[in-house]
């Protein structure tokens, strides 16, 4: 065994060791027997922490390539990302190689600079995955309908072969320093020539690439600037350069940025405000899809986003914002004193005071906000009798 495969396995032990719990383990280790391969796969399932607690819960699953080695990786930084609200809790799953440039390489290399006469499976490595793999797993855990594969390198290269060819199987695809050169960079072309007559892709790609040599880094440059001006629809492309990072650690460089910018955060930016409540919605049903259930913003992070509106004049979506905030919670007394400043800063104070002493009503001495809303409801009392004189 390589230093390497035993440094690997041993963080793996390690890892397993330490999310068991007293009943089902979270790491389970599965063989299926593959028809379409005609062998034995290994493939480890890491379970999400709240797997056996959250019995109705469903999971997207990411489907890692290259083995169980990277689940300790992609764990700590989607762990990260779930405790920030950045991301869901996943099913993560790593399918063990047992030729790896076999299935992974959907054409046999003729380039001198690599293992000539290598590669060609990676059609039949996808019909497991789509007609054995992805069946067995729906069938076993509680899995949503979003699906993520990533991989790197020769991996890589398998990701953006399965954009291509079997669009709708993935909703998110992630291409560590893709090996674009392999095959007389016919992935590559065949990548452009796709996305130059696709009209519309509801997908994600990330891609990333390191200190490559010129001809790889040629090869990727080419491919990316044949994608970018014809992004299909609906097509949401993220990349990053790391000139100073090595092939074989541009997946650790790109891990963080690939789920960062796939994954929804429960708190919808401001940069996504883009027509009051239409965009509310449209997100948190995105978000919905992401995670497997329905989502919808906490009543604090809606009285947010119509503060924002208000700091930028926009009256008309502020309020619209704030009554869609009392819609969804309607025994709040904040979402009502939200659409009081709403009123109020667009000088509309008689109706700032109806909405003020609704929240009032629904509140007491000594809660959250209630001397605000005293406050409010005086400063109003006192520009309505101004402005009778």
Known sequence: MHLFQR????????????????????????????????EERNITVQLPES??????QKYPLILRLDGAG?????STIL???????????VILVAIENTNRLRDLAPYVNEDPRGPLGEGGGADKFLDFIETELLPHLNKQYRTTDFKVIAGASVAGLFTLHTLRTKSDLFDAHIAYSPAVWWGDHKTAKKLKEFMSVTKELNSYLYMNIGSENIQMRKVYDDMLAGIEPNKPKNFNLATDFFPEVPHGLTSVAGLFNAYHKLFLPLIMPNSELKEGVGSIKNYYN????????????????MRELGYYLVQNKDFKNAIEVFRYNIDLYPDMASAYNGLAYAYEQNKQFEESLKQVNTS????????DGYDIYVSRKQRLINHLERNSK
């Open 7 to 38: 440094f690997s396995t041993a963080i793996l032990l390690c890892f397993t060791a330490s999310i068991v719990q007293a009943g089902e383990p979270l790491l389970q280790l599965v063989s299926i027997t593959s028809k379409v391969l005609n």
């Open 70 to 74: 990277n689940i300790p990786k992609e």
């Open 360 to 367: 009032l009503k629904l509140s007491k001495e000594g809660d």
């Open 79 to 89: 762990k990260t990302l779930y405790d920030a609200g950045s991301a869901p809790e």
């Open 51 to 56: 797997y056996f607690r959250n019995i109705e």
């Open 286 to 301: 995105r978000v919905s899809e992401q995670r497997g259930r329905s989502v919808i913003a906490e009543e604090w992070v």
